[in-house]
């Protein structure tokens, strides 16, 4: 073909960059992350529930906050009832973050593992982190 | 089947047409309807949380405020209102004026109503004929929460509104692209700008609230996230009597009762901009 | 037709890579901005719009004045225009996209920007700027583009055109009208609260439009064998001319209202743009600059024989774009600022980075102009036209 060496070396470097994701990153997987819950706040006050059922946070804990922040600010309710009928101060860093101290070992396990960056720490801030 | 060029792009084109905007009209289905678990709603009222017990919330048809400035005699008086709202919303200190963020603040009777006194001169010297004592004493400044507020007008992403429930002047910082029209519309210079990431200039930070991030704009909001809990604003607590909080449209709130019996100014009326922080006239010691 | 422009001479290509250059320069200062933030330009809490601001507001006028070539030629059929109503509509998508960047730099939270389309509020103005924006350089885009390529395959343009065409004058108007009404409608800025401001922006902006577009033509004939011709580049300059004398009247009656009135607000701007204001001086050798350029302009351009003579006339339609630059740019819009609400003067002046962020959007609009322009004179060339 017309200029054939020229087109092979093209279609090489292209394979190297669409496949680059896969290469770069052999032998870096990291282990399923354990978020731990039983933060001190936790573990002192006993706290057995959160929000709402783990399954539901561990899926939906986005939407739920994404909605809350809608509501909270833009409509003036901060005054969440959940499923079971129990009330919440929605509020990130008062209520969510109180309970859930350890960001480091809760949130950032798996937001880290997801190469997930919400850029809500940009202005709301985690609590002071202390050993649990 | 031969395909032309031509007919290949149409096909293409309404092909990508149809595709995102099914895409984009099943996201819209599936996000209006709620990914709430059933039985969970949000609601204004905050009796009962969880996290200890709290007042009911403050409301009003419509917020305002009276500023007496005779309960203001030492420069402490104002720095308590001050550093009570920086503390309790994280404004940083820049320690220069070009990219300063401030909510609430104080400036002379000149720089408060420029329109009352302006550029008067006697013998070629400028003069105000007021009293010396007005002339130094310090106003307090603050978003003015209008009624018919200019800034709310321009905002072309709704990041700032008017709250139709009280009034109160609200700010998004989630939505706001940083456009700063909202500030060139402000009549009252109350709005500031994060010309830079504000964290590493706040004093002491109070965990309980966010801090901004670069890129958006801030201002006074008459502690909405207080008022919920049943609190005055900061400033308001910390004012010794010196600023009033009240419901302008309730004839009988201490705001109006006030109004009824002191003679009190706005800032720059003329504008029809129908601002809701009352100054009073008159009682000033030394006046 | 894009292959137009992938062929060149060296010049072209050096040109090229100097465009390219100074756009680097831009993206690398800005990546800094934007992980600063906005603090590293000049502007501060009292002048929060500066040197991307009044750009933006500069080129929108530039951007409306095809306009002033599309009436006569495709309304009135003015075949002497035949030739060089392709570089004015290529010259609004240049600036178009240039106003584009200048907001983008501009914004704050640049991320964020779809907000606008996602969560509009039809009562501001900054909205219908958006809309009207894009509306406009997407239908020069298609008209452009359609009426080359048909000239390239000598035919008649489709007649879907045409309506578009028609809709491209109105829209023009309004791209500039709109941006005035930012400014107009904000009952903050003294300066800016004027009903003559929409006015104000058109008059400058087919004056410095048109004196742009007779300039790139006298360089396109300088690199290539395209001629727009004398007869259209004399009637441009006419154009330029009548507004600009429309221009310097409407300057002068804002300065009557201002200081007649003898309203103290209404003519603290110009006081301190014009003639200094508590100690402050900054702006005045720049407004008077503007004024001189603007009086010598209108006398090279009102006189026919100095109008007519092709060695002056760039000297004229230098001074109209320097001076209109001057006056809706920074001393517009900084000026609206100062003073500020509280009646104090905050000055304001651009960064180094400031500066090259510019220089680099310019740039780019300077690429996509000579793309576009390489394209236009390569098919003109092909066909002989």
Known sequence: MYNGGKIILGLLVFLAFVTFPFWYNIGTADKIPKPVIESTYIKEHNIKKCVESKDYMRASHMELLDNWRNDAIRRGERVYVNSEGRRYLIDLQNTCLKCHSNKKEFCDRCHNYMAVKPYCWDCHLAPKETKS | MSINRRQFIKLAGLSAVLSVGGITAMDRMKANASVLPSGARATASATGQIFGESKPPLTAKRWGMVVDLSKFETPEDYQKCIDACDYIHNIPDFGEKKDEVKWIWTDTYEHTFPDNNPDNKLNGEPVQFIPEALKEKPFLLLCNHCDNPPCTRVCPTKATWKRESDGIVMMDQHRCIGCRFCMAACPFGARSFNWRDPRPFIKNVNPEYPTRAIGVVEKCIFCVERLAQGLQPACVEKSNGGLIFGDLEDPNSEVRKILSTRFSIRRKPELGTQPSVYYLIGGIKNV | ?385
């Open chain 3, 1 to 385: 037709m894009f292959e137009k422009a992938l062929v060149g001479s060296k010049r072209y290509w050096t040109w090229i890579g100097v465009l390219l250059v100074i756009i680097g320069v831009g993206v690398v200062n800005y990546l800094h901005q934007f992980s600063y933030g906005l603090g590293l330009t000049g502007m501060s809490r009292d002048v929060s719009w500066g040197f991307y601001i009044a750009q933006f507001t500069f080129l929108v006028g530039v951007a409306a004045s095809a306009v002033m070539l599309v009436i006569p030629y495709y309304l009135h059929h003015y075949k002497t225009f035949r030739r060089i109503v392709i570089l004015g509509e290529f010259l609004a998508i240049a600036s178009v996209v240039m106003c584009i960047l200048f907001i983008f730099v501009d914004l704050g939270q640049p991320m964020r920007v779809m907000n606008v389309a996602l969560h509009p509020r039809p009562n501001s103005v900054m909205f219908w700027d958006m809309v009207v924006l894009l509306g406009y350089l997407a239908l020069n885009v298609v008209i452009g583009w359609t009426t080359l390529g048909a000239e390239r395959k000598e035919v008649r343009p489709p007649a879907w055109v045409k309506p578009l065409i028609l809709l491209s004058v109105p829209w023009a108007v309004s791209i500039h009208t709109v941006t005035a009404f930012l400014y107009a409608g904000l009952p903050a800025r003294h300066l800016w609260l004027s009903a003559i401001m929409a006015a104000r922006f058109l008059s400058g902006a087919f004056a410095a439009g048109p004196a742009l577009l007779i300039l790139l033509a006298f360089i396109v004939r300088r690199v290539s064998s395209f001629d727009a011709g004398r007869e259209a580049i004399e009637a441009v300059a006419k154009i330029v001319a009548y507004a600009m004398s429309v221009n310097v009247f409407f300057i002068l009656l804002e300065f009557f209202t201002a200081f007649y009135s003898g309203v103290p607000m209404h003519s603290a701007s110009l006081r301190y743009l014009f003639f200094g204001l508590d100690g402050h001086y900054e702006f005045v050798p720049f407004m008077w600059v503007l004024a001189i350029l603007a009086v010598v302009s209108l006398v090279l351009l009102v006189i026919p024989q100095l109008r007519n003579n092709h060695t002056l006339l760039p000297v004229a339609l230098v001074a109209v774009f320097i001076s209109t630059w001057i006056d809706k740019g920074v001393g517009l819009v900084v000026g609206g600022f100062i003073p500020n609400p509280f009646e104090t003067i905050t000055t304001y002046s651009p960064t180094a980075p400031e500066l090259l962020i510019t220089l680099g959007v310019y740039a780019a609009g300077a690429l996509t102009l000579t793309v576009l322009y390489k394209i236009a004179i390569g098919v003109k060339e092909e066909v002989g036209t």
